[in-house]
């Protein structure tokens, strides 16, 4: 499985971004789907996921903030983030599992500055 990420960028606090990340390759092993981020001199935290049925899980920290949402026609899985806040800078890196493997695709960077 190969998941490729998309969407990262610079934005101003109480500002908008999307994530996209698309799976490839054995996708049928996919079960759950989501978003990890790592901050400098942090460690890699759970942001968000979602499964193939559509359930879904948020870090308490972007409750009513980010929403997560998946294609399972278009393999894809996206992250919409809305009310960012400098906090929320960090590498976003898609994630997905299946059959007990884990996935990671590269990170995209999301800076929130003004």
């Known amino acids: 499985v190969q998941l490729q990420a998309s969407g990262g960028g610079l934005v101003q606090p109480g500002g908008s971004l999307r994530l996209s990340c698309a799976a490839s390759?054995?996708?049928?092993?996919?079960?759950?789907m989501g978003w990890f981020r790592q901050a400098p001199g942090k460690q890699r935290e759970l942001v968000a996921t979602?499964?193939?049925?559509?359930?879904?899980n948020y870090a308490d920290f972007v409750k009513g903030r980010f929403t997560v949402s998946r294609d399972n026609a278009e393999n894809t899985v996206y992250l919409q983030m809305n009310s960012l806040k400098p906090e929320d800078t960090a590498v976003y890196y898609c994630y997905a599992t299946g059959d007990g493997l884990n996935y990671w695709g590269k990170g995209t960077q999301v800076t929130v500055s003004s």
């Open positions: 390759g054995s996708i049928f092993r996919i079960n759950v």
């Open positions: 979602i499964t193939s049925g559509g359930s879904t």
